[in-house]
């Protein structure tokens, strides 16, 4: 039977990655957008982030949802940009971006999706992919996409923006995958369970 699930971002290169993968890999469900503003709380800690953004979502939509949150880190710095990846890019920008690192920088990214379909059922899945910067800038990239255009996953030449032109050969390299793949498996499962609510904060 056809299900239908919101997947809530504005970002459309995040829309276009998780909706082409659930097509190919998973027909039964159909992903809609839901562009929403959910607002963000402050703080250094990324899943927190996603879960208090799902629960918002949800209040909105009353409906079943996958919602993420993505970070990059620069592990020469603390935490950074981490949860302030985006407001880095908006202030920054590319060229701004390119001050802060240089070549062959240790880097990573993480990402925590949630689904949730009642304020007290929800599960968090984890994506992560380690790698270097490079300066050297491929012209493939989504605009709403910037970090890849200089993060080089471990074990590959090219950088997510070029690997990207080629996605359904290098799906499985993307953080957002990975995550997106841990869902559908457990989303299958007729024995699944969901994760604790206590562990809020």
């Known amino acids: 039977m ?8 504005s970002n459309a290169g ?5 909706s082409r993968y659930i097509s190919q ?12 503003d959910i607002p963000e709380i402050q703080t250094l800690d990324q ?39 985006k407001f880095v890019n908006i202030g920054l920008g590319i060229d701004g971006i390119k001050r802060l690192i240089d070549e062959g920088d240790r ?3 993480l990402l925590y999706m949630v689904y949730i379909e009642a304020p007290d059922k929800y599960k968090v ?12 800038e491929s012209l493939l990239v989504h605009p709403n996409l910037p970090y890849d255009l200089f993060f080089i996953p471990d074990g ?11 996605f ?4 499985s390299l993307f953080y957002r995958i990975q995550a997106l793949r841990s869902f559908l498996t457990w989303y299958e499962d007729p024995g699944k369970t969901y994760d604790d609510i206590h562990d809020d904060q």
């Open 14 to 18: 995040k829309f276009t990655e998780v």
């Open 107 to 109: 880097a990573h990214f």
């Open 168 to 171: 359904d050969t290098n799906a």
């Open 125 to 136: 899945f984890e994506g992560k992919c380690l790698g270097a910067l490079t300066k050297k």
């Open 2 to 9: 056809q299900q239908e699930m919101y997947y809530v971002t």
């Open 156 to 166: 590959q030449t090219q950088t997510y923006a070029a690997l990207s032109a080629d």
């Open 47 to 85: 899943r927190w982030i996603a879960i208090d953004k799902a629960k918002k979502a949800w209040e909105i939509l009353k409906r079943p949802l996958l919602i993420d949150d993505a970070a990059i880190y620069f592990e020469n710095y603390y935490k950074f940009p981490g949860t302030l990846s």
């Open 25 to 36: 890999h998973a027909p039964s469900l159909t992903l809609v957008q839901k562009d929403e």
